[in-house]
């Protein structure tokens, strides 16, 4: 008997159907190249051992080993500049010279002065000494009148006159001696008054009291000068060598000693030749300086220079490129390039040779690392030399993920 087919049950048959052949399609084994997800293009870089400098980057300004800013000590009208505004200067070179002619005049007025002291010291001390004279002959006189007198062979009266006259010359003895004392006094003061109008007139030749470089000058030949003004004429700096102040936390100031090496950006390196003896409260900070050869003369005081200062020579220890390390909930970690087996086509029973082709994974290492440079990292623990780690590429890796090498490099992805 022919049972009539129902349209709802055909369609609940052809959907079935459908079922049926994508659930077997999906049991199958599909090609390689649909189960396996493309390789990804790294680049790597090798672990290195070597030395590293452990370094904190600094930021100092150029100060002058010496700086003097060069004022007039007598007034006059300037009327000879004897250098080039930013010229190299030696120590006691002429700067700048003033008209001598007043002091010049001072100093001769002194010399006369200090002539007639002399003059009337030797007068004073030609007085005492006919003074001394005088008195002595009255005192031997004055005792041998006054033994007659005693005797009764003269009078009382002459006696006493000889002995009154004795007395009188041995006071102006005194007074003579007082004179001289006075005479040295003024000659004294004289000869002190030469020897400043002498240094006065010295100092109309300014000098420059150290060797450097001398800045702009205020005024020309011609303009008035007076002593001791506020304002310097100009300003000389010791360029060579030539000083770095900059500040170091204070929790590095156990490991700072003298002679540190300081490298500056512009390529000079120097030394570390001062640390301050305080920290400053309001930067925990403590001042630092490092001296510089400067030959080149590039380092001009006020200037603001970057750097780093060299704290300790780590002796062979591990290296990698800073831009390979990546941080992960469990801390900084990188991605090692391992060699691995893969399967080959053949399905399993088909009797199929199973042809597997050596090819790259990336496997996350965790790292405990060591100080920092401008480009490489120290690393403790968690590698070993010669292994390989990804630089390029690596953000877009997973654990296992399969990678390649660019051409220059795919010569080293077997080994």
Same mark, same amino acid.
């Not at 000098?207 to 001791?228: D, F, K, M, W």
């Given at each position: 008997m022919n049972v009539p087919i129902r349209p709802r049950s055909l369609a609940l048959l052809g959907g079935g159907l459908v079922v049926l052949l994508l659930v077997t399609r999906g049991c199958w084994p599909q090609g390689e190249e649909s189960k396996r997800k493309p390789a990804v293009l790294v680049s790597l870089a090798p672990v290195g051992l070597g030395d590293f400098d452990e370094t904190f980057p600094i930021t100092g300004e150029v100060k002058p080993l010496a700086s003097a800013a060069i004022r007039s000590q007598v007034s006059g009208v300037v009327q000879r500049v004897y250098f080039r505004e930013g010229q190299d200067v030696k120590a006691g070179q002429p700067l700048i010279g003033i008209d001598p002619s007043p002091w010049q005049a001072a100093l001769n007025q002194a010399i006369a002065n200090r002539n007639r002291a002399i003059a009337k010291e030797r007068v004073a001390r030609a007085e005492v000494k006919?003074? /001394?004279?005088?008195?002595?002959?009255? /005192?031997?006189?004055?005792?041998?009148?006054?033994?007659?007198?005693?005797?009764?062979?003269?009078?009382?009266?002459?006696?006493?006159?000889?002995?009154?006259?004795?007395?009188?010359?041995?006071?102006?003895?005194?007074? #003579?001696?007082?004179?001289?004392?006075?005479?040295?006094?003024?000659?004294?003061?004289?000869?002190?008054?030469?020897?400043?109008? /002498?240094?006065?007139?010295? /100092?109309?030749?300014?000098?420059?009291?150290?060797?450097?470089?001398?800045?702009?000058?205020?005024?020309?030949?011609?303009? !008035?000068?007076?002593?001791?003004? $506020?304002?310097?004429?100009?300003?000389?700096?010791?360029?060579?060598?030539?000083?770095?102040?900059?500040?170091?936390?204070? #929790?590095?100031?156990? #490991?700072?000693?003298?002679?540190?090496?300081?490298? !500056?950006?512009?390529? $000079?390196?120097?030394?570390?030749?001062?640390?301050?003896?305080?920290? $400053?409260?309001?930067?925990?900070?403590?001042?630092?300086?490092?001296?510089?050869?400067?030959?080149?003369?590039?380092?001009?005081?006020?200037?603001?220079?970057?750097?780093?200062?060299?704290?300790?020579?780590?002796?062979?220890?591990?290296?990698?490129?800073?831009?390979?390390?990546?941080?992960?909930?469990?801390?900084?970690?990188?991605?090692v390039a391992t060699s691995t087996m893969t399967k080959g086509n053949g399905a399993k029973g088909s009797g199929a040779i199973d042809n597997g082709a050596k090819a790259m994974v990336a496997t996350p290492r965790q790292l405990q690392l060591g100080p920092t440079g401008a480009d490489q990292v120290v690393v403790r623990a968690g590698l070993r030399p010669g292994e390989r780690v990804v630089v390029k590429g690596q953000f877009a890796l997973s654990p296992g993920s399969t990678i390649r090498l660019p051409k220059q490099q795919s010569g080293q992805g077997s080994k």
């Open positions: 006919r003074s /001394r004279a005088e008195a002595r002959q009255a /005192r031997q006189r004055a005792n041998r009148y006054g033994s007659l007198g005693s005797q009764g062979a003269v009078s009382v009266d002459l006696a006493e006159q000889f002995r009154s006259q004795a007395l009188s010359l041995e006071a102006t003895v005194l007074s #003579r001696e007082s004179e001289v004392e006075s005479t040295r006094a003024d000659l004294a003061a004289a000869r002190a008054a030469e020897a400043n109008a /002498r240094l006065n007139l010295e /100092r109309t030749t300014i000098r420059s009291p150290i060797g450097g470089r001398a800045g702009q000058l205020r005024l020309t030949a011609g303009n !008035l000068v007076r002593e001791s003004e $506020d304002r310097p004429l100009v300003v000389v700096n010791q360029f060579r060598p030539i000083t770095v102040q900059f500040a170091v936390p204070q #929790r590095l100031i156990p #490991r700072l000693e003298l002679g540190l090496k300081v490298t !500056l950006a512009a390529g $000079d390196w120097g030394q570390v030749s001062s640390i301050d003896n305080a920290v $400053d409260p309001s930067t925990g900070t403590t001042a630092v300086k490092a001296t510089f050869a400067n030959r080149s003369q590039h380092l001009v005081p006020g200037a603001y220079v970057k750097g780093s200062l060299q704290l300790e020579r780590l002796k062979q220890v591990l290296l990698i490129p800073q831009i390979a390390i990546q941080t992960g909930q469990k801390g900084p970690f990188v991605y």
